[in-house]
């Protein structure tokens, strides 16, 4: 199986923040990389697929960049709704696999 | 508007068979990967399998000994099994669409605690 390690595991920011989260994979995925939010009691929302792809109605200020193995979900500017834990998956290969998740938290 | 709606026994004991269905409710049942995913604390998100409309399936491996995933076009339904069920197999289950490219999960049901115990 491909292992997905993002970092950090947590993460602490202001409104109007510019974060950045990173996904790794343990072998070359090419795009096959997506991000996905999830809110207490919710099921994930997918943010981006294909690395770097906007899924439709999601806001701007979310973007994903990377290929192989190393990727990145930016948030550009923080917004109160953005706290939430946040996951990467493969689509290169079943089993398709997510990271562990990163929360991120209001400072 | 796509939606997924599932249901099934939250509640079961060591050793009984999970059985999940998911109904989707607006556009196209077919064209579409059909996929189960869970969501423990010990294990974090888990694809279990998917079916497409046609019912050709692909599991996981750590679970492909125990899981059956059926489809019924008729309905615009899929369901998952789980045999043999054990502490371990306590989650959330959704299930979700994606398309048969790329292979994201772009639709999600609403979720369903499973609970095992004796």
């Known amino acids: 199986d491909i292992q997905m390690t993002q970092s950090p595991s947590s993460l602490s920011a202001s409104v109007g923040d510019r974060v950045t989260i990173t996904c790794r994979a343990s072998?070359?995925?090419?795009?096959?990389l997506n991000w996905y939010q999830q809110k207490p009691g919710k099921a994930p929302k997918l943010l981006i697929y294909?690395?770097?792809s906007l899924q439709s109605g999601v806001p701007s200020r979310f973007s994903g960049s990377g290929s192989g193995t190393d990727f990145t979900l930016t948030i550009s500017s923080l917004q109160p709704e953005d706290f939430a834990t946040y996951y990467c998956q493969q689509s290169y290969s079943t089993p398709y696999t997510f990271g562990q998740g990163t929360k991120l938290e209001i400072k | 508007q796509v939606q997924l709606q599932q249901w099934g026994a939250g509640l079961l004991k060591p050793s009984e068979t999970l059985s999940l269905t998911c109904a989707v409710y607006g556009g196209s049942f077919s064209g579409y990967y059909w996929s189960w995913i869970r969501q423990s604390p010990r294990k974090g998100l888990e694809w279990i399998g998917r079916t497409d409309d046609s019912g050709i399936t692909d599991y996981n491996p750590s679970l492909s000994s125990r899981i059956t995933i059926s489809v019924d076009t008729s309905k615009n339904q899929f369901s998952l099994r789980l045999s043999s069920v054990t502490a371990a197999d306590a989650a959330i289950y959704y299930c979700?669409?994606?398309?048969?490219?790329?292979?994201?999960?772009?639709?999600w049901g609403q979720g369903t605690p499973v609970t095992v115990s004796s």
């Open positions: 072998q070359r995925i090419r795009t096959y």
């Open positions: 294909g690395a770097s």
């Open positions: 979700a669409r994606g398309p048969q490219y790329w292979y994201h999960f772009e639709y």
